[in-house]
């Protein structure tokens, strides 16, 4: 039987990514017994454990060995770190989780692990590293063009059709061409995960979903277009609906994904409903990546008192969803 190995990044060192790590992979956590491979320095990661009393047995990580199930391991990643700062931005903080992510995107690439989960970043110290990505999603999206940002609770399930734009630029790419591509693409990948499973739901872009072009016309002329031509295709899909309604109507039905037209349009209901247990999730690649759905919360990373259910989440859906890549 072929068992995935998961990968898991420790994030910002300023932040809670090493915290809620460790804490996740605590044994108090039902987590799956297989392999997991850590991402990360041993300083960072024997300064946590200390400040946690945590009692966690972590062996260096070696390739050369056959891996032995379950266990616990660390892949020592060279990085510029010598202090860590808790509590705000930096740039070393930025190389040091930028080299730590990298890391693990090759071993994936190679088929050391069959699935990554990322702790939360900082775009601030990515920026102050000089790099030019606003963070993984966007890392991961120059590299294979066709990902696509998903979020998945118990509950519910949205996939958004731009991320990191501004409002103005978001809405200006709503064109039908272009809508049509990213459900036949949302599609594609969903097939691969559970076949004739997925229905998604299209919010509108105006209130009332445009209450047939009374309040805009971009929903008769460019989304429902869109959706008709995926349907063709063999898509199941249905709307646009207004964008206060679409999200009820998906709501404790697992095979239902909304597909938001833009950022916040998607992730203000669902982190109102999932904040905790929510996970991110990359469709598009050759391997599964998840991350928790929240932050570095640097105004609480010297506290030691960080949640890390959607840590513990992530790694779940992680190791749910490997065995298609293995």
Do not use: C
């Amino acid at each position: 039987m072929n068992i995935p190995k998961i990968g898991i990044t420790l994030g910002d060192p300023g932040g809670i990514g090493p915290e809620i790590v460790l804490k996740a992979l605590s044994s108090k956590n039902s987590l799956p017994k297989i392999s997991y491979i850590l991402f990360g320095s041993s300083q960072l990661v024997e300064e946590e454990k200390l400040a946690l009393g945590l009692e966690l047995d972590i062996q260096p990580f070696d390739k050369t060995k056959e891996t032995i199930f379950p266990s616990l391991s660390l892949l020592e990643v060279e990085n510029p770190l010598k202090t860590v700062k808790k509590g705000s931005p930096s740039k070393e903080n930025g190389q040091a989780s930028f080299l730590f992510f990298k890391q693990a995107f090759e071993e994936a690439k190679r088929g050391t692990i069959q699935a990554f989960v990322t702790a939360p970043i900082s775009k601030q110290s990515w920026k102050l590293a000089g790099l030019k990505w606003h963070g993984h999603t966007d890392f991961l999206s120059q590299v294979y063009p066709q990902a696509i940002m998903t979020f998945w609770s118990k509950r519910i399930k949205v996939a958004l059709f731009s991320h990191h734009l501004p409002l103005k630029a978001a809405l200006e790419k709503i064109k039908k061409e272009d809508l049509r591509d990213f459900f036949l693409l949302l599609h594609k990948h969903t097939e691969k995960i559970q076949p004739e499973t997925f229905h998604f739901l299209v919010a509108g872009m105006n209130p009332h979903a445009g209450e047939e072009g009374l309040f805009g016309s971009e929903e008769e002329e460019e989304i429902l277009p869109a959706i008709n031509h995926a349907k063709k295709e063999g898509v199941r899909i249905s709307g646009p609906f207004p964008p206060d309604v679409v999200f009820r109507k998906a709501l404790n039905h697992p095979d239902k994904i909304v597909i938001a037209l833009y950022h916040d349009q998607g992730l203000i209901p669902f982190k109102l409903e999932a904040f905790e247990k929510g996970v991110n999730t990359t469709l598009g690649l050759p391997f599964i990546r998840t991350s928790p759905t929240h932050g570095t919360a640097f105004d609480i990373a010297n506290k030691r008192t960080a949640n890390p259910e959607s840590m513990v989440e992530a790694i779940k859906l992680a190791y749910e969803l490997s065995p298609r890549f293995l």
